[in-house]
């Protein structure tokens, strides 16, 4: 079966050999180009989401399925993997396009 065909404003992206994981629309990895799915730009500036708060590596992290709440009211983490996430902010429009290609 094969993956259902892009919506009309998906991001194309540049299929390379060895990319970033698989995505029905393309595949992304670090330092290739991209475009904004919100103008269509192509001059989106890399960067990060910080995570300032107590205990914190300094960037945010994606955690795969629903949020679910300890008994404190955290988030509960235990034994999830999580991802890095790559922020490339489009200068144009000011859009943020979020990847979380790497576990950490």
Do not use: T
Request: net charge positive; with cysteine.
């Amino acid at each position: 079966m094969s993956p259902p065909a892009p919506p009309p404003h998906a991001v194309r992206r540049i299929e390379a050999p060895g990319s970033g994981p698989s995505h029905p629309y393309g595949s992304y990895s670090a330092g290739m180009e991209i475009r904004c799915s919100q103008c269509q730009g192509f001059d989106l500036e890399p960067g990060f989401v910080e995570d300032s708060g107590d205990h914190s590596r300094g960037y945010a992290r994606w955690i795969p399925g629903p949020l679910q709440r300890g008994v404190m009211g955290g988030a509960k983490r235990w034994g999830r993997p999580r991802f890095q996430i790559d922020a490339h902010r489009c200068r144009n429009c000011g859009h943020l396009e979020l990847f979380a290609p790497h576990e950490v």
